[in-house]
């Protein structure tokens, strides 16, 4: 099972995900992660701190930004999260803080 932790507090974001799960669910939580990753550095002048590990079973996304662009691209990602796991209960637990 994967478990994915979200975290949103002011103006700092961070985004977990940890283990594995069928070849189906990993890609879905794979492309929205990378995603995630890759709008934080195609618009790092909208952030003031960026961090970010992308290994198989094992990523964290870090970011700092008060932009509400930035903001709106961790909430679509969150909301992606969550109709994956709704259609795959056994497979995703997703967590927000």
């Known amino acids: 099972m994967i478990r994915v932790n979200l975290n949103?507090?002011?103006?700092?974001?961070?985004?977990?995900?940890?283990?594995?799960?069928?070849?189906?669910?990993?890609?879905?939580?794979?492309?929205?992660?990378?995603?995630?990753?890759?709008?934080c550095i195609n618009h790092k002048d909208k952030l003031r701190d960026l961090a970010y590990r992308l290994n198989s079973g094992d990523s964290e996304v870090f970011f700092i930004s008060d932009d509400k662009f930035v903001e709106?691209?961790?909430?679509?990602?969150?909301?992606?999260?969550?109709?994956?796991q709704e259609g795959y209960p056994d497979e995703l637990r997703v967590t927000c803080d």
Not at 21 to 37: D, E, Y
Not at 77 to 83: P, S, T
């Open 8 to 39: 949103h507090n002011i103006s700092s974001f961070s985004f977990s995900v940890q283990d594995h799960a069928s070849p189906s669910v990993c890609a879905a939580v794979s492309a929205i992660t990378q995603g995630l990753a890759g709008f």
């Open 72 to 84: 709106g691209a961790y909430e679509l990602a969150k909301i992606a999260l969550l109709q994956v």
